[in-house]
Nanobody, 123 residues
Framework: QVRLVESGGGLVQAGGSLRLSCAAS????????MGWFRQAPGKEREFVSA????????YYADSVKGRFTISRDNAKDTMYLQMNSLKPEDTAVYYC????????????????WGQGTQVTVSA
């Protein structure tokens, strides 16, 4: 079993920044690829970014490329999502997850999920 806890969400004006954290426990964190997803009201959960187990390879959705940066600190069992130049359309609940396969982009390729953290970007 793996427990994931997200933090760092909040309310920010457009153009602002937030850094999300995902703290993991219960399994060897460094062995698994990880990802971030988000879900806005009335919409399906969508892929945001993924990172491989070592942190050396990353992948981004086109909608966040150049604005968001995913990273991980395996010594701290924590993954991060630095979000810059935020837009109102980034408003959603953000989830971190443990992947079954390398750099997966669909939710069913992820095995464990956190409870989510709300990000709200005002215009």
């Amino acid at each position: 079993q793996v427990r994931l806890v997200e933090s760092g969400g909040g309310l920010v004006q457009a153009g602002g920044s937030l850094r999300l954290s995902c703290a993991a426990s219960g399994r060897t964190f460094s062995s698994y690829p990880m990802g971030w997803f988000r879900q806005a009201p009335g919409k399906e959960r969508e892929f945001v970014s993924a990172i491989n187990s070592s942190g050396g390879r990353t992948y981004y959705a086109d909608s966040v490329k150049g604005r968001f940066t995913i990273s991980r600190d395996n010594a701290k069992d924590t993954m991060y999502l630095q979000m810059n130049s935020l837009k109102p359309e980034d408003t959603a609940v953000y989830y971190c997850a443990v992947g079954r396969v390398y750099l997966a982009i669909t939710p069913n390729e992820y095995e464990y999920w956190g409870q989510g953290t709300q990000v709200t970007v005002s215009a």
